[in-house]
C-alpha cells in the first residue's frame, strides 16, 4: 500500500511523501479486509479486540493507518492511532526521512 507501479523510483526522491490516490483507494480496502473485520468490531454481533493502533510518524504510514483503521476510530470513543518514530523506516532514501 505505497506507490503506484512505475512511481517507485520517483517517490524514492522525495521528501516524506504522501500515498498516491492508488495507495490511499489500497488502504481503505485493509478496511474491507474479511480477515480483519472481525478484529475492528464493526460487523453487527462482533466484539472488537483491538485497543490500540500504532504507527510510524511517516506521512504515507499515517495516510495507510487512517484509511484501514478509519471506521474503527470512528465506531467508537477514545479509539486512537499512536504514532511511534521507532517504527519509522530508516535508510539513505528520501522517502526515509520524516518531515517537520
Do not use: H, M
Request: a negative charge; glycine letters at 12%.
Amino acid at each position: 500500500v505505497l506507490y503506484e507501479s512505475g512511481q517507485a523510483e520517483a517517490c524514492k526522491a522525495l521528501l516524506d511523501p504522501e500515498l498516491t490516490a492508488l495507495g490511499r483507494q489500497q488502504a481503505l480496502g485493509v478496511a474491507a479486509d474479511p480477515l480483519l473485520a472481525p478484529c475492528l468490531g464493526l460487523a453487527a454481533g462482533e466484539q472488537d479486540s483491538i485497543e490500540l493502533a500504532v504507527a510510524s510518524p511517516l506521512r504515507r504510514t499515517v495516510e495507510t493507518a487512517l484509511g484501514a483503521f478509519g471506521p474503527w476510530l470512528r465506531a467508537g470513543q477514545g479509539r486512537r492511532i499512536v504514532l511511534n518514530a521507532d517504527l519509522q523506516e530508516t535508510g539513505e532514501v528520501r522517502c526515509d526521512t520524516g518531515s517537520p
